[in-house]
T-cell receptor, first 111, second 113 residues
Framework: DAKTTQPNSMESNEEEPVHLPCNHS???????IHWYRQLPSQGPEYVIH???SNVNNRMASLAIAEDRKSSTLILHRATLRDAAVYYC????????????FGTGTRLTIIP | ETGVTQTPRHLVMGMTNKKSLKCEQH?????MYWYKQSAKKPLELMFV???????ENNSVPSRFSPECPNSSHLFLHLHTLQPEDSALYLC????????????FGQGTRLTVV
């Protein structure tokens, strides 16, 4: 699996938008970009995924650069419940079912 | 509630004990996974099962033995573990497609004494 690079930690104020960056300069044409998050004392949960176009769902938006070498997870209005470790993961559609996690970004929300 | 249930939630075992972790999903998924999460380390993929066949074994020591008797259940049998095996063990499942989301259980917090 191609690697991703994320900042170790970020802080954001409550009720403000959060932009979580991810670099994946060696992404291949068959890699999807997945985001998961892990709240304290819980297992990871799926947030969003995409291939080329920007994606929106009820949890977040995913903005993908035109060259696909980077992406940004956008939380439109952060709440205290969004404090978690956010993982950006590449998943090769031609590979097996492997889902490999890195160290992620620890997001702290300031009340 | 993700639809993936792990039992027990907490387990303390001695190094000579034999125990098993259980994972259950009734989401109709065909792929199931075991992950290990040690303190201050990324999640490590241990085993992958697809349609009840093991498709991935990431150099896991033989003291960890997985079993997938059917598509809804996954076990991790533990024997003669070491204190460094203490960790959070997470189970996940997904559809057999490569790019559908994975659903994780709450995990079993294992302490080896």
């Amino acid at each position: 699996d191609a690697k991703t690079t994320q900042p170790n930690s970020m802080e954001s104020n409550e009720e403000e938008p959060v932009h979580l960056p991810c670099n994946h300069s060696t992404i291949s044409g068959t890699d999807y970009i997945h985001w998961y998050r892990q709240l304290p004392s819980q297992g990871p949960e799926y947030v969003i995924h995409g291939l080329t176009s920007n994606v929106n769902n009820r949890m977040a938006s995913l903005a993908i650069a035109e060259d696909r070498k980077s992406s940004t997870l956008i939380l439109h209005r952060a709440t205290l419940r969004d404090a978690a470790v956010y993982y950006c993961i590449l998943r090769d559609v031609l590979g097996n079912e492997k889902l490999t996690f890195g160290t992620g970004t620890r997001l702290t929300i300031i009340p | 509630e993700t639809g993936v249930t792990q039992t027990p939630r907490h387990l303390v075992m001695g190094m000579t004990n034999k125990k098993s972790l259980k994972c259950e999903q009734h989401l109709g998924h065909n792929a199931m996974y075991w992950y290990k999460q040690s303190a201050k380390k990324p999640l490590e993929l241990m085993f992958v099962y697809s349609l009840e066949e093991r498709v991935e074994n990431n150099s896991v020591p033989s003291r960890f033995s997985p079993e997938c008797p059917n598509s809804s259940h996954l076990f991790l049998h533990l024997h003669t573990l070491q204190p460094e095996d203490s960790a959070l063990y997470l189970c996940a499942s997904s559809q057999d497609s490569k790019n559908t989301e994975a659903f994780f259980g709450q995990g079993t917090r294992l302490t080896v004494v």
